[in-house]
C-alpha cells in the first residue's frame, strides 16, 4: 500500500482559507458595498446611491433603480481575486507559488479596499459620508484570510524542508 507523503488539498487549513476567498469574492457580486442617501428638505424626496461591485445605481424617489457608473476596475479585481485564490488551492504541490500568490492576493484585496472606499466618498454628494455595508467587511476579511493561508503554507513547507533535511 503506497501513503502519499503530501496532505491532501483541501483538508489542509490554507485550502480552506483560500475557499472562504473564493465564497466571498462570488458573494460580492450578490450584496452592496456602500450607500449613500440625501432627502431633499423642500420636495422630501429620498435618493439613494449604491455601490455594487458593478457599477453605481441611483434610485431617485419611488423611480426604478438606474445605473450612474460602471465600476469596471472593482469588478475586473474581485474577478482576479476570485480566480486567484480558486487557482492557488490546486496548486498545493508548488508551495513557494502558492506563497507569491498569497502575498499577490493580500495585495490585490487591499487595492480591491481602496477602490471601494474612493468610490464609495466619490458617489453622490461628496459632503455626505457613505455608509459601509457587509460586502466591505468581506473584502477586509479577504486580506485577513490570504494573510493566514500564506501563514501556513509557509509553515507546511519548512515543515517539508525539515523532514527532507533529516532524510
Known amino acids: 500500500m503506497e ?8 483538508q489542509r487549513i490554507q485550502s480552506l482559507f ?3 476567498v473564493v465564497l466571498m469574492s462570488a458573494s460580492l457580486f450578490f450584496m452592496p ?3 449613500k442617501s440625501v432627502v431633499d428638505s423642500t ?5 439613494l446611491h449604491t455601490l455594487t461591485v458593478t457599477g453605481i445605481t441611483l434610485v431617485n424617489g419611488s423611480e426604478a433603480p438606474q445605473i450612474v457608473l460602471k465600476t469596471f476596475m472593482i469588478l475586473i479585481v474581485n474577478l482576479l481575486l476570485l480566480a486567484l485564490a480558486a487557482y492557488t488551492i490546486f496548486i498545493y504541490k508548488k508551495r513557494q ?3 507569491k500568490l ?3 492576493g493580500g495585495l490585490l484585496a487591499a487595492v480591491q479596499l481602496i477602490l471601494i472606499f474612493y468610490y464609495s466618498e ?4 461628496t459632503s455626505l459620508k457613505p455608509h459601509y455595508l457587509a460586502g466591505v467587511y468581506l473584502v477586509a476579511a479577504q486580506v485577513l484570510l490570504f494573510m493566514a493561508a500564506r501563514r501556513f503554507i509557509r509553515k507546511d513547507d519548512m515543515l517539508v524542508r525539515a523532514a527532507d533535511r533529516i532524510r
Request: net charge neutral.
Open 3 to 10: 501513503t502519499n507523503s503530501h496532505p491532501k488539498m483541501i
Open 18 to 20: 483560500l475557499l472562504g
Open 43 to 47: 420636495t422630501g424626496t429620498a435618493t
Open 33 to 35: 458595498l456602500s450607500e
Open 122 to 125: 466619490n458617489m453622490g454628494l
Open 102 to 104: 498569497c502575498m499577490l
Open 97 to 99: 507559488l502558492q506563497i
